[in-house]
């Protein structure tokens, strides 16, 4: 007696299993744009807290002097009013340089005449500059913020950049978001934000 046997094969084709792949692509794309979104959400919340802490350190450090004559990044930076996760990986006795969340620059500089400080964040994208220049640091009397400026060519020095287009008196503080975006207009990590306190 002869038997048949019958030949079962299982498995997925080719199409289906391109299907599947495409899939996976589609779904890891979107997975790591959601986490490029969220990284940026999370620097930029990271460096609105050290412009927050820095201003506050420095009225703090000086709030017993009749000026700010003297302070400079170095000064900042020797005497705690800058935080240590700004020094990369450096103490405060050997740090001579602060960095952002953005791994931009941080200068602080005492103005001019003295009465006043700078204080500025280097190395930003578009977005997070249009969102730095046009939030609201404190626009009433008590807060001692005084001017914000912004600029996009990424070599606007602490002096210079207040006479730029981009900054504002404290009658209009905070900048609007078209001032805003039209003064961060460098491309890549070229954008600069200053804030002016006394």
Do not use: H
């Not at 990271?46 to 700010?68: E, F, H, I, W």
């Not at 997070?128 to 009397?141: H, K, N, T």
Request: glycine share 14%; with cysteine.
């Amino acid at each position: 007696m002869k038997t048949l046997y019958k030949s079962e094969q299982s498995g997925r084709s080719m199409v289906e299993m391109l299907g599947v792949l495409a899939i996976i692509g589609v779904l890891s794309v979107g997975g790591i744009a959601g986490y490029s979104k969220a990284m940026a959400k999370f620097k930029l919340s990271k460096v609105m807290d050290q412009v927050s802490m820095t201003v506050a350190n420095v009225r703090t450090l000086y709030s017993g002097q009749p000026n700010y004559s003297g302070l400079t990044t170095e000064t900042a930076i020797q005497m705690g009013a800058i935080g240590a996760e700004m020094l990369n990986g450096k103490k405060t006795t050997s740090a001579t340089e602060a960095y952002n969340a953005f791994n931009g620059q941080v200068f602080v500089e005492a103005a001019g005449d003295g009465r006043s400080f700078w204080v500025t964040f280097t190395g930003l994208g578009k977005e997070a500059c249009v969102s730095l220049g046009s939030s609201d640091w404190g626009s009433g009397s008590g807060s001692g913020l005084i001017g914000v400026g912004v600029d996009g060519s990424g070599s606007a020095a602490v002096t210079s950049l207040p006479a730029s287009s981009g900054t504002t008196a404290a009658a209009t503080l905070p900048l609007s978001l078209a001032t805003a975006a039209s003064g961060c207009s460098g491309s890549g990590d070229t954008n600069v934000v200053v804030w002016n306190y006394n």
